[in-house]
């Protein structure tokens, strides 16, 4: 009996360790992460994310039609895409009546969230685009 109650508690010590480490591994992957983006310096745009990586690379993942000067698109990159490196495409328009133009910036979204204020026509100029002072994937 005594081997039995001794054999119990090992199984339960087991099945309590494998649980906590189920658990501590599940919050060591990345959740869902959102992009921020601020628009500026343009009438409007399209905002397209396209994955570089994987079997739907260079497929758009996440279209915003439509977002206006001084406007926020928040864009969620889902978790089973990260960490992955990413273009951010532009179609920008000047006017309201002008045709959009093409513009990319390439970004790295690994483990958090991310703000970018962008100037789609100056879209790799680090003066005119730039994310966050906590930034820690994208500003080298």
Avoid: C
Wanted: glycine fraction near 4%; proline fraction near 6%.
């Amino acid at each position: 009996m005594k081997y039995n109650l001794k054999k119990n508690a090992l199984l339960k010590r087991i099945v309590t360790v494998l649980l906590t480490l189920i658990l501590v591994s599940r919050s060591l992957y990345p959740k869902d992460l959102t992009i921020n983006i601020h628009l500026r310096g343009v009438y409007s745009s399209k905002i397209s994310l396209l994955p570089l990586t994987g079997t739907d690379a260079l497929k758009p993942l996440i279209i915003i039609d439509s977002v206006k000067n001084g406007s926020t698109a928040a864009l969620k990159v889902p978790e089973e895409k990260l960490p992955g490196e990413f273009v951010l495409r532009f179609d920008y328009k000047d006017k309201a009546t002008s045709t959009p133009y093409p513009s990319e910036k390439r970004v790295i979204i690994g483990s958090q969230d991310l703000e970018l204020w962008v100037q789609p026509v100056f879209s790799n100029y680090a003066d005119r685009t730039w994310f966050q002072k906590e930034e820690k994937e994208n500003t080298s």
